[in-house]
């Protein structure tokens, strides 16, 4: 018998009949001897509905001041959730029962909608769990030391579910979602990508930071910290497939580098539309000049990704560096308010239609001109490269957001990651 935990996504969750699905999967994995906890998300959309009513009613004004109450309604879809899965787990004749955040407790810090998990404690769980109940946990939320209800960012409930596994020390976290394992690039987007069967903790970090929203990057950071065995799945396949062979499904993020193994030059393709550029340009180009500017970015809690300083000219050079688009008015703002006027620049541009593409591999370590043959099938497709940006394993670059398609199946083709891994 183990502890084993679930976590289904929005599409999973999206409607009462696969919810009831879900039930009868996890009924099976129940009588199979094993103890079920299982967090899920919000029934797909249903997050996205209850944040757009709240932009009706404050338009264009549903800004930090707003994060608290943004937390407590974003919170309640990850509840119903919860509870009509209780029940169709009772109605499954299991014994059942669900949990909020608040209730567990899964504490964290203050920061509403983009909370970090900071202790679980399960005792309560415990309890249930040795009383022979499924147990049902929010995904997405917790509540801190003042008792308000937090969320932890979109795409949270991976990061909830990790978490549980490791606070409980569960046997494995098995993610299931609406694809069928962690592919070489979002199967949306190119056709021919492959299912990896397994991938490294290490490659799962970089593709999840660069944009691939299959997982939600911290709860890679978790598993890797607690060394929480993690696969992600298929929520479609016939509940009641054989128990062995859905154990050994979908993607496994493994953390033992197996040296035997010819690594994948590059194992995968991420991309992010999530970017937006910001160029303050005619900068005197002298020391101190990108603490000026990125000193005011950081203290205004701006995280900035690429960052790129031009040959100067005359004295004079251009600064650009990308942020998430959701904070790009509030950095231009701010740059023309603050900086351009003692920094003498001369201007502040930015553009929002910009994306990054990355390709990824532990095999890049050793493995020389894996970023040049980038550069050369970017430029045969006629993509202008704005910013480059490279770290042991990943080479990533700042294009149009227009090529973005273009240039994911262009580099999955030139590193063959349509063809079977040899
Ligand atoms: P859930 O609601 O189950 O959490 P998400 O939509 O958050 O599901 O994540 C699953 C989606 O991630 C897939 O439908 C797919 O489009 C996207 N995705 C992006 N990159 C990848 C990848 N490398 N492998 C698999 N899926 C990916
Ligand atoms: N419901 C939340 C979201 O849509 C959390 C999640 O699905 O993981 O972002
Ligand atoms: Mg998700």
Redesign the pocket.
């Known amino acids: 018998m183990a502890l084993i935990v679930h976590k289904y996504?929005?599409?999973?969750m999206g409607s009462t009949e696969r919810i009831r699905n879900v039930a009868k999967r996890v009924a099976k994995w129940a009588r199979a001897g094993h103890q079920m906890v299982v967090v899920p998300?919000a029934m797909?959309g249903e997050t996205n509905r209850l944040l757009g009513l709240a932009k009706e009613l404050a338009p264009g004004k549903v800004d930090d001041d707003h994060n608290r109450e943004l937390d407590m309604l974003a919170a309640t879809g990850e509840q119903a959730s919860s509870a009509l899965l209780a029940i169709a787990l009772q109605a499954e004749g299991m014994q059942a029962v669900s949990y909020a955040g608040w209730q567990v407790q899964v504490r964290t810090d203050s920061a509403f909608t983009k909370a970090r998990i900071e202790s679980i404690e399960d005792e309560r769980v415990r309890a249930d769990l040795d009383a022979g109940k499924v147990v049902v946990i929010t995904g997405f939320q917790g509540v801190d030391d003042a008792g308000n209800i937090t969320t932890l960012g979109r795409?949270g409930?991976?990061t909830s579910a990790v978490a549980i596994a490791a606070a409980m020390k569960a046997h494995e976290c098995l993610i299931y979602?609406?694809?069928d394992?962690?592919?070489?690039?979002?199967?949306?987007v190119e056709p021919d990508?492959r299912r990896l069967t397994t991938v490294s903790f290490e490659e799962m970090l970089e593709?999840a930071s660069l944009g691939?929203?299959?997982l939600q990057i911290r709860s890679v950071e978790f598993a890797g910290k607690y060394k929480v065995p993690l696969r992600v799945l298929s929520s479609f396949t016939p509940w009641d497939i054989d128990i062995k062979e859905e154990a050994r499904s979908g993607t496994l993020i493994t953390f033992e580098e197996d040296e035997n193994m010819e690594q994948a030059v590059v194992s995968?393709i991420?991309f992010n539309r999530d970017e937006a550029k910001i160029s303050v340009l005619g900068v005197p180009d002298k020391p101190g000049i990108a603490y000026h500017i990125l000193g005011a970015v950081a203290d205004a809690n701006v995280e900035v990704d690429v960052i790129i300083q031009n040959l100067s000219k005359d004295g004079r050079t251009d600064f650009s560096f990308t942020v998430h688009r959701n904070d790009y008015a509030k950095t231009v703002d701010l740059l023309k308010e603050k900086v351009l006027p003692t920094l003498g620049a001369a201007d502040i541009v930015g553009d929002t239609k910009i994306c990054k593409v990355s390709i990824v591999g532990i095999g890049m370590r050793s493995h020389v001109g894996v970023a040049s043959k980038m550069f050369r099938v970017l430029s045969e497709e006629g993509i202008n490269i704005q910013m480059i940006s490279t770290s042991e394993i990943k080479t990533s670059v700042v294009i149009d957001e227009k090529y973005m398609e273009l240039a994911v199946r262009a580099l999955h083709k030139a590193f063959d990651l349509d063809q079977p891994a040899s």
């Open positions: 996504g929005g599409t999973s998300s797909s795409g409930s991976d979602t609406d694809v394992g962690v592919y070489t690039t979002d199967p949306r990508a593709m691939s929203k299959v995968g991420a």
